[in-house]
């Protein structure tokens, strides 16, 4: 029980109570700013508004140790899990290919329509799925990158549909693969 009291005593050399400096930049207090992916913004605004904290992290920035093999820590590639990270941007594709629709088995005698290829024409997905699903009165939701799936075997419909709503595409850019085990 004496460990227990003694946890709970104040420290020598601690003033209490204790303030932290706080970033302006990711809002974590100073020691944690080099983990966040902005680590660059957050140093600019300490740099600016607390210059003696700045000073500080460069002096211990300075004597970190190189490791195995020469790198600092700074110079080590980001952690990869956990957190948001770096944000991918999305590449998008400057001319328009083709659109695929196929045919895929759900259970024995059940069938989904798949269609791929409207985002190389810059058409929202989710508000094409919707579309489908209220055109077909059934089910459509966006399972990839580009790439819709319609509940039941709706793909000689769909050729029509998807001309009649967005002009732009030609009957010519549809193509049929038949039917595909996805």
């Known amino acids: 029980m004496a460990s227990l009291e003694q946890r709970n005593k104040p420290q020598p050399g601690v003033n209490y109570p204790m303030t932290l400096a706080y970033c302006g930049e990711c809002s974590m207090p100073l020691e944690y700013c080099e983990y966040h992916p902005n680590y660059?913004?957050?140093k600019q605004w300490l740099e600016k508004n607390l210059p003696d904290e700045f000073d500080k992290l460069v002096k211990l920035g300075d004597d970190r140790k190189d490791?195995?093999?020469g790198n600092t820590e700074e110079e080590k590639?980001?952690?990869k899990r956990g957190g948001r990270g770096n944000i991918k941007t999305k590449n998008k594709?400057?001319?328009p290919q083709n659109i695929t629709l196929s045919r895929a088995p759900r259970g024995k005698k059940k069938f989904?329509?798949?269609?791929?290829?409207?985002s190389s024409f810059e058409i929202d997905l989710k508000d094409a799925a919707k579309y489908f699903s209220h055109r077909f009165s059934c089910g459509s939701s966006v399972t990839g990158e580009d790439e819709i799936v319609i509940q039941g075997d709706v793909k000689d419909d769909l050729m029509d549909a998807v001309t009649e709503k967005w002009p732009e595409i030609s009957e010519d850019s549809i193509e049929d693969l038949g039917d595909l085990k996805r």
């Open 67 to 69: 490791d195995a093999d």
């Open 77 to 79: 590639k980001p952690q």
């Open 112 to 118: 989904v329509t798949v269609i791929t290829g409207l």
């Open 93 to 95: 594709k400057k001319e």
């Open 40 to 42: 660059q913004k957050c």
